[in-house]
């Protein structure tokens, strides 16, 4: 139990070590400019080390974007790659885009700030893409476990890129100047015109 506890603290104080290096990057590039900020400045403004700073992010561009992890939740890709949770192909893609779409959604306004800063930083829109290949090599790699697992027939592999441009279509609508909508009504939007663009978009087995 104490065990536990002090996993949590530490995971705790971690994403709050990474939510200030994110908030530092973002606020000083916002007042300074994408070049005129250095790694030195953010650590610093954060409270930590330049080290520490090395321990969160790779680049200065990947800690002003404050992009969540690639990774799908361990715990949603057990369950995708086992088949579930409905066993419906199309439902479960559905369901990993929800679950990628709450992360985004965990910090609101560090996420608008990042479009935003997207669009007035260039240099930033390569990082971004980055972000969505890693994502999808991320998702494609469950899709041929669950294939692989005889819960998925091969015609699934289509299934990443549809996740791919689910989110896309939320970072684009969410994005917008001005824009107040919650990211999980937006996707609930994007499946609903999809389903009736291709309403046999259900990947069948």
């Known amino acids: ?17 990474r939510a200030a290096l ?4 973002q606020t000083l590039v916002l007042e300074h400019g994408l070049d005129a900020v250095t790694v030195e400045e953010i650590s610093a403004r954060a409270g930590v ?9 790779d680049s200065k561009d990947e800690a002003v974007l404050g992009l969540p992890s690639a990774e ?16 419906d192909p199309f439902t479960d893609l559905v369901y990993v885009a929800q679950s990628l779409v709450t992360g ?18 260039p240099r930033l829109l390569a990082q971004q893409i980055a972000w969505f290949d890693a994502q999808k090599a991320s998702f494609s790699s469950l899709l041929e476990q669950r294939i692989a697992s005889g819960a998925a027939s091969a015609d699934a592999v289509l299934g990443s890129s549809m996740l791919m441009l689910m989110l896309q279509n939320v970072a684009t609508e969410w994005g917008r100047d ?13 499946i609903e015109r999809l ?4 309403p046999s978009a259900r990947f069948a087995d």
């Open 104 to 121: 985004l959604a965990a910090s609101t306004d560090g996420m608008l700030r990042s479009l935003a800063l997207v669009r007035a930083e």
């Open 22 to 25: 994110v908030d530092a990057a």
């Open 49 to 57: 080390s330049g080290r520490t700073f090395f321990n969160y992010f």
């Open 72 to 87: 799908v939740d361990a715990d949603v890709a057990a369950e995708f790659t086992a088949g579930g949770p409905t066993g």
């Open 195 to 198: 389903t009736l663009l291709v």
């Open 178 to 190: 001005g824009s107040t909508d919650d990211p999980e009504e937006i996707l609930d939007s994007v």
């Open 1 to 17: 139990m104490t065990s536990d506890i002090e996993t949590g603290l530490r995971q705790r104080k971690k994403r709050a070590r």
